[in-house]
């Protein structure tokens, strides 16, 4: 009964915040003068637009990252317009954008959000956000990071183990480890029900069956079969036809005792304080290796893990329907897309999209290329469609 009450209330709340986007009537004057959507011009002309910036004075941010307050300076020097950023999550973003476009309210002008299921199965085909791409970053961006939405940067979250008492490498080699008795209650990980990228990086092992399946033969040496919870959490859920690999997964994680920790940072640092003798492994942001301290942090991607080591999702920037001051955000945004705008997220595991900045971070942090990490991509439809069904399995699952 707890169960089920305790999904009652999520799948409420996830409703309401699907919901709440609604249905979208996008002003067609204003789309004419802020030149998005098919009054975009063909040529963009960016004396008048930094001229038009000028004259608006200030832009408003809602950003998935804190680092946004390091740009205000910069910024400010360059164009003489502020930037009044709000740090927020991104499927709040979503949320606190719609009710206020839902009452009148248009006080905010980009969007720097994470959360593709929902952008790209609603805030987008509803007009609610508006793509736009700097002309001048187009040639080194693929069209993949331009259509549906202009990608600033390839984000990750991935695992992690400490460093300083694993000199030789990690002290796992598959997903399955963290299965095992040795790792129960010393696994940390934001919790899925709390964090939406957290539940993504779950929904995406999930979809990735067959590759569990094979890396549980690989590990173990024999094929895998299904817990009687498994099986009778199938039957129960009438979006799932039949067990797999990756819900076996999910339930061996979850009864191994994960310890759920809202703070990424907090979850890096737990995993690399160097004075531990029985250091934990965790799941968190890829960008975290920059809290990486000499003497006190030392924490490091398990890159080998079979068959993932970690699930990578885009970042993307939007114009918001109705902003205020259209043309300051498409002047932050190409500024963001610059090398100098992009500093704040110039960081070991935060790979640029566009490729001539990716090509200096490999060369400067000495890793592995985007496209060479084994990390499996987000299905943001697959996300978007299964979230209910996810939920109600994760929650049959949990001991």
Do not use: C
Not at 311 to 335: C, E, F, G, Q, S
């Amino acid at each position: 009964m707890k169960k089920m009450a305790t999904l009652s209330v999520f799948a409420l709340s996830i409703g309401l915040a699907f919901a709440s986007i609604g249905t979208v009537h996008a002003d067609e004057a204003w789309q004419k003068k802020a030149g998005v959507g098919k009054y975009a011009p063909a040529q963009q002309n960016w004396d008048a637009i930094e001229a038009a910036a000028r004259e608006e004075g200030e832009v408003v941010i809602y950003s998935v990252s804190s680092r946004i307050a390091k740009l205000v300076d910069g910024f400010k020097e360059r164009y003489g317009i502020d930037i009044i950023g709000y740090d927020i999550a991104s499927d709040l973003q979503l949320e606190k954008l719609s009710r206020e476009h839902r009452a009148g309210v248009h006080s905010v002008d980009v969007l720097f959000n994470a959360e593709s299921s929902t952008l790209l199965n609603e805030a987008l085909p509803k007009q609610l956000v508006w793509n736009f791409i700097p002309d001048s970053v187009a040639g080194d961006l693929d069209p993949g990071e331009m259509d549906p939405l202009l990608i600033q940067r390839h984000s990750s979250r991935i695992v992690y183990y400490n460093t300083a008492v694993h000199p030789d490498g990690a002290p796992i080699d598959s997903l399955w480890d963290m299965t095992r008795e040795e790792w129960k209650g010393r696994v940390l990980l934001p919790s899925p029900l709390e964090d939406g990228l957290s539940a993504n990086f779950m929904q995406t092992v999930l979809n990735n069956s067959d590759a569990m399946a094979a890396a549980y033969q690989r590990e173990f040496g024999e094929e895998i079969s299904y817990s009687e919870d498994v099986i009778e959490a199938v039957e129960e859920n009438a979006t799932i036809d039949s067990p797999n690999a990756s819900i076996e997964w999910l339930y061996r994680f979850l009864n191994n005792e994960p310890v759920f920790q809202s703070s990424t940072t907090k979850i890096f640092k737990n995993v690399g304080d160097v004075t531990q003798e029985k250091p934990p492994i965790g799941i968190t942001t890829f960008s975290k290796l920059r809290k990486n301290k000499e003497g006190v942090y030392s924490s490091g991607p398990a890159y080998d893990l079979d068959p993932a080591f970690g699930v990578t999702y885009p970042t993307a920037l939007m114009i918001a329907d109705m902003a205020p001051h259209p043309n300051a955000a498409k002047l932050l945004i190409r500024y963001m897309m610059e090398e100098d705008g992009f500093k704040p997220w110039n960081e070991p595991g935060d790979y640029a999209a566009r490729s001539n900045l990716e090509a200096q971070q490999l060369a400067n942090f000495d890793l592995p290329a985007f496209g060479d990490l084994g990390l499996w991509p987000v299905d943001a439809e697959e996300i978007y469609y299964s979230k209910f069904g996810f939920l109600a399995l994760y929650l049959a699952l949990m001991p």
